[in-house]
């Protein structure tokens, strides 16, 4: 029909862009903390990035982490959570929190806490989206 024909008309990398989008539409549609949650910008605590966007949805519990990469190479990202984040939903730093990749089946132990830069790769033109548990105090 008519996707098998759109389809062979798609480079691989076209094929790996609508997936990434197919797979991101998903998420978006099952995953209740980006479904329903409060976002949070942090650009602002994070002036040095410029071709990528960095913002938490954050629900029930879970924090999202989400970093977009519009450069045309992988980059090492560096993203701080801002102490204003940790006081405006009432969470409660840890030392290390464990932060699922909702794109892959690989998990970091980092710090979860104010002005503590985190560190991640983030493939060229791609996206990533971190899941950890945040406790209210």
């Not at 029909?1 to 759109?6: D, I």
């Not at 979860?112 to 991640?120: H, I, Q």
């Not at 990533?128 to 406790?135: D, P, S, T």
Request: with cysteine; proline share 6%; net charge neutral.
């Amino acid at each position: 029909p008519y996707t098998t024909l759109f389809r062979s008309l798609l480079t691989s990398e076209e094929l790996e862009l609508r997936e990434f989008y197919r797979r991101t539409l998903t998420l978006c549609n099952e995953n209740e903390v980006l479904r329903e949650g409060d976002s949070f910008d942090l650009m602002y605590a994070n002036p040095h990035l410029h071709r990528q966007y960095a913002f938490v949805r954050q629900w029930n519990g879970f924090c999202i982490l989400v970093i977009a990469n519009f450069s045309d190479g992988e980059e090492r990202v560096t993203v701080t959570l801002p102490a204003h984040f940790f006081e405006h939903y009432g969470l409660q730093p840890r030392e290390k929190a464990t932060f699922y990749n909702l794109y892959g089946a690989t998990k970091q132990r980092l710090p979860f806490k104010p002005d503590c830069p985190l560190e991640f790769t983030i493939p060229a033109n791609y996206g990533a989206a971190f899941q950890v548990k945040c406790k209210a105090t």
